[in-house]
């Protein structure tokens, strides 16, 4: 918002001394909020630097207690599985849910849904691992009894991103231009036709947004791992049963913050370093990604 | 029948670009506008019998309804998951909580007592914990993240208001666990070696409230960590809705002579209150919800606090840390998942509340946010 700087004179003291120091305090309350969260990452590199390497990326964690040398790879790979469990269940399941808000808006049924859907947006993490628990995990009871197995974590890390996804998909579809949709309906094309072939396409980008916003928001999640999954010092043979939990970088860091040990909590920054930056890397692209698409709608 | 129709598209050919915009729903089972334009033509050409007209529309509509028909079906079944995720959530909290909310009834609320070996439940030491962590992170986070969120808006140079505000956009992604790695590594002993002590020897010898042992660990740094973690989010929200306020109201603020501070504090701020509830709403939902980095700093002892100093307990961590035990007695995990429950039916109303008060300022955009981590 474009403002001409005021002439000041004439004002009382009072006035122009209050202008000055209410401004001010925004500034100092905005360097006040960044400032931690900067020395987050400060501290992380400042404690954890003496493991950073690319080995410590590369290299499996060995020594007693384990993780005391080596690096972190088992968490990568594991990190990795669990995104990809939960996005093979959560990125069809949240586009067509997506696509149903998106085509039906008018109705009840489809009121419902969203309030649905945007309420398990704000359901705690703790309970999705407790939902997961009970569903995937344990071996008494009703229940798939997969064990803390890394396919119950990642499908329970799927569960929490199919709210994130329908809701991302349904924005980007309604960001399509009405004309368009109204152009191809008047054109005689079926509305399975005008989905497919124009407001899919327009779309993709956004709901390609959506699904990384999912990834980013799982990601880091560490409470529902506690519930399905645990932890895995090695990389498993098979993702159910008994021996199926997998590694991962936010449980890693949890284990090893939690240890009565100096070297271990080197680790563990050094790996909260890793998780904030492939974070924000991610976040970054998914920044970028929804910039350029919005400039390629400008011009279109 | 086929009179009318002509009528009707010449009255909308003659309103020309005058015609308010078409806002019906896209699923809105149109006639095919082909056929009317066809149904047109032969109107104009010859009069046609009643039947022709008929035919022709059934043939087309009959083609096209089946598929539009299966269509419309094959995606409400996606909607359908999307109530099936609810129905499971809600389900499996209240089913495995079942006897416990039998046994215990309403007093479970406030009975302080947690003995699974008597199998005496009670979720007043939790709730207790949870608020305090809560209240003292809002009570961190209010007022930085409003006032960031006017500087973001209003006060920060043109040339640096992108950059910082993404940089306050991103921050908001960094994980939970990470925030708890950093409590322990940096703010436990800070709290430990300077803070606390201070409290303790200026504050606490009047009031008891802040004085204790100087231990680190305990509700002040979980809810200062917490509120650190909030910031960003009660900040971004409530500049998406700083930056809503018309400009009207800001000239007018201006001509009538105030100055920019003014303006900013006793004209935009009053403006925009409903959106500063909304996302401050929207922090107490992420702050109640949090677990690891509360699990790693509160102390994780069954006590209700009476100082600022003393270590606690929240729903949450209680449940990360010790559901895995519990499971063996039915009763103790019931106890345990009622106390989900809680915390759930609490999520959901704070997070409707807030939802409901933002969309209607901001017209239906509103980017998600999970709760804890």
């Known amino acids: 918002m474009a403002e001409a700087r005021l002439p000041e004179k004439g004002l009382s003291y009072y006035r122009q001394i209050r202008n000055i120091v209410l401004g001010s305090i925004t500034g100092l309350a905005f360097l006040v909020a960044v400032t931690p969260l900067l020395a987050i990452i400060y501290v992380a590199y400042d404690r954890g630097k003496e493991a950073l390497s690319l080995s410590f990326v590369t290299t499996m964690p060995s020594g007693f207690p384990v993780g005391i040398e080596g690096g972190i790879l088992n968490g990568i790979a594991g990190s990795l599985i669990l995104i990809v469990l939960a996005s093979l269940l959560s990125v069809p399941v949240g586009v067509w849910a997506g696509l149903y808000l998106w085509d039906q808006s008018h109705t009840r049924l489809a009121g419902v849904t969203r309030l649905l859907s945007d309420l398990l947006l704000g359901v705690p993490s703790v309970i999705w691992g407790v939902v997961g628990f009970y569903v995937f995990s344990t071996n008494t009871g009703w229940g798939l009894h997969w064990g803390f197995s890394g396919l119950a974590a990642g499908l329970t890390l799927g569960f929490i991103m199919i709210p994130i996804v329908t809701r991302v998909t349904e924005q980007a579809l309604r960001d399509v231009p009405r004309s368009y949709i109204e152009g191809a309906l008047a054109l005689g094309a079926t509305r399975f036709q005008v989905m497919r072939d124009l407001a899919i396409p327009a779309a993709i980008t956004g709901i390609g947004t959506g699904i990384l916003l999912g990834v980013l928001n799982v990601l880091g999640q560490t409470a529902p791992l506690v519930f399905t999954n645990y ?46 930056v492939i974070v924000l890397l991610l976040d970054m692209g998914i920044r970028l990604l929804s910039w350029g698409s919005r400039k390629y709608a400008r011009k279109g | 029948m086929a009179a009318p129709e002509h ?41 046609p019998t009643e039947t022709t007209l008929k035919n022709l529309r059934r043939a087309s509509h009959s083609q096209i309804l089946r598929s539009e028909r299966l269509f419309h079906l094959t995606l409400r079944l996606g909607g359908l998951f999307i109530l099936l995720l609810f129905a499971i959530v809600l389900g499996v909290s209240v089913v495995e909580a079942w006897p416990s909310i039998e046994k215990f009834g309403w007093s479970f609320l406030w009975t302080s007592t947690w003995n699974p070996h008597r199998h005496i439940f009670g979720a007043w030491t939790y709730l207790v914990g949870t608020f305090w962590v809560t209240g003292i992170a809002l009570i961190f986070a209010i007022p930085i993240a409003i006032l960031s969120a006017l500087f973001l808006s209003d006060y920060a140079p043109k040339w640096l208001v992108g950059g910082v505000s993404t940089l306050m956009e991103m921050l908001a992604g960094i994980p939970s666990i990470v925030f708890g790695a950093f409590g322990i590594i940096f703010v436990v002993p800070l709290m430990r070696d300077h803070v606390e002590p201070f409290l303790a020897n200026t504050l606490g010898r009047h009031f008891d409230f802040f004085s204790g042992d100087a231990m680190g660990y305990g509700i002040l740094s979980a809810g200062l960590v917490v509120g650190i973690m909030v910031i960003p989010l009660v900040a971004t929200v409530t500049r998406d809705s700083l930056v809503m306020v018309p400009r009207e109201t800001v000239e007018a603020a201006y001509a009538l002579g105030s100055t920019k501070a003014e303006m900013v504090y006793f004209v935009k701020l009053p403006a925009v209150v409903p959106g500063i509830i909304g996302s401050v709403i929207l922090g107490f939902g992420r702050a109640l919800g949090e677990t690891m980095a509360v699990l790693l700093l509160i102390g994780n002892q069954a006590s209700v606090p009476t100082s600022i100093q003393d270590v606690g307990y929240t729903i949450s961590s209680l449940l990360a840390n010790t559901f895995t035990y519990a499971v063996i007695d039915p009763l103790f995990s019931a106890a345990e998942i009622e106390l989900g429950l809680i915390l759930l039916v609490i999520s959901l109303v704070v997070n409707t509340l807030g939802r409901e008060l933002l969309l209607k300022l901001m017209g239906g955009r509103l980017a998600g946010s999970v709760g804890g981590g």
């Open chain 2, 7 to 47: 009528e009707q598209g010449d009255s909308l050919l003659s309103q020309g670009d005058h015609r308010p915009p078409v806002v019906a729903p896209l699923s809105f089972l149109a006639p095919d506008p082909d056929e009317t334009l066809e149904e047109q033509a032969l109107a104009r050409s010859a009069p």
């Open chain 1, 231 to 276: 932890y895995n010092t090695g990389i498993p043979h098979s993702l159910v049963g008994s021996n199926g939990s997998v590694g991962d970088l936010a449980m890693q860091i949890f284990i090893y913050i939690h240890e009565p040990s100096k070297a271990l909590h080197v680790k563990a920054m050094a790996a909260a370093l890793v998780l904030t």
